[in-house]
């Protein structure tokens, strides 16, 4: 099977890397990467080459527009992984004007897609009603995570023995970054936690200046960094924070962070959503809870003053990662996936 990816961007994006990196552990599988170039007349020149070398072509995450383009001038299958609705995101930052545009940017390349991936069933039922598509050209391939990448390593505590509550993320409104900060001013009082917020975006000022309004001293706002550099840091933390968004999204995703932390085996805390709940079983291997801050608050007690759950929680969503969501099952299931339309 001889794989072309290509988009104008988008192909070092996480998804794409556990994908590649399960693939290139799979025998009889090439990938070509052609990576688009805007404005470039050799564009179609490469794609119209390589659409005779290769049996199936895949867009990475949000490159919307890439899709009608690479289908004008190619023959064989397109796999289109859109991992979100443009539709949705602008309703999650409620500009609600734009809907009615944003909605057919995420329709016309749904519907000229051969297959499109999505990475939970609730996002797969989610795509079919909202714009319509048949059932059978939408398939749900979860993200999982590239073990050799995220493992465990020795812990390093920079804060003197504090017990470090982690998250890390774009900050935007679907993580509900203001949630962990109101969470973290419930428990300023407790001098020995200590948060640690990796990454930037949007919604970082007004977290920011929540923390600094209410002189919160336990808060860390790390800033972003490189994805090599984020294993070892998540494995400094003793829970890890998933996201706690309001909207209708961040009830049918399970982020890459998510996927992350469950491959170093830490224990997770999270909202409770139904997307979530589709592989990760409460109480078992992670933990839920309300996006409520005083309710995440108190979650962050328990798990602090009870050891044994975390590590239970921590070992079980390991093992289910490692056996089940490493980069090569999930290479595996995209396979599988393309055998289908190329056969």
């Known amino acids: 099977m001889k794989l072309l990816f290509t988009g104008k961007s988008k192909l070092d994006y996480n998804r794409v890397k556990v994908i590649k990196a399960g693939l290139k552990q799979l025998s009889g599988v090439e990938v070509i990467e052609l990576k688009l170039k805007k404005g470039s007349r050799t564009n179609r020149k490469q794609l119209k080459e390589l659409n005779e070398k290769?049996?199936?072509?895949?867009?990475?995450?949000?490159?919307?527009?890439?899709?009608?383009?690479?289908?004008?001038?190619?023959?064989?299958?397109?796999?289109?992984?859109?991992?979100?609705?443009?539709?949705?995101?602008?309703?999650?930052?409620?500009?609600?004007?734009?809907?009615?545009?944003?909605?057919?940017?995420?329709?016309?390349?749904?519907?000229?897609?051969?297959?499109?991936?999505?990475d939970t069933n609730a996002h797969r039922d989610y795509f079919i009603n909202k714009f319509n598509l048949k059932s059978d050209k939408v398939k749900t391939l979860y993200i999982g995570a590239d073990t050799q990448v995220f493992f465990k390593q020795k812990k390093i505590n920079e804060y003197k023995g504090k017990f470090i509550v982690g998250f890390y993320g774009s900050f935007i409104p679907l993580q509900g970054t203001d949630k962990i900060v109101r969470a973290a001013q419930c428990l300023k009082d407790h001098l020995d936690i200590q948060y640690v917020m990796i990454g930037s975006g949007r919604t970082l000022k007004n977290a920011q200046q929540i923390a600094e309004k209410e002189k919160l001293n336990n808060i860390n706002f790390h800033g972003k960094v490189k994805y090599e550099e984020l294993s070892p840091l998540i494995n400094t933390f003793d829970i890890c924070l998933g996201i706690f968004g309001d909207s209708r999204k961040s009830d049918m995703v399970i982020p890459n962070k998510v996927y992350h932390y469950a491959a170093l085996g830490k224990c997770i805390l999270t909202k409770d959503t139904y997307g979530i709940k589709e592989i990760f079983t409460k109480d078992e291997d992670i933990c839920l809870t309300s996006n409520d801050p005083q309710a995440i608050a108190n979650n962050i007690i328990k798990l602090k003053e009870n050891e044994h759950i975390r590590a239970r929680s921590g070992d079980k969503v390991g093992e289910l990662l490692r056996s089940k969501y490493n980069e090569i099952e999930v290479a595996k299931r995209f396979k599988n996936i393309l055998e289908t339309i190329i056969r």
């Open 54 to 118: 290769v049996d199936c072509i895949y867009i990475p995450p949000m490159r919307h527009s890439d899709v009608s383009y690479v289908k004008r001038y190619t023959t064989k299958p397109v796999v289109f992984d859109p991992l979100i609705s443009k539709y949705l995101t602008k309703a999650d930052y409620g500009h609600f004007w734009k809907l009615p545009f944003k909605y057919f940017l995420d329709k016309i390349p749904f519907k000229k897609a051969d297959i499109l991936l999505t």
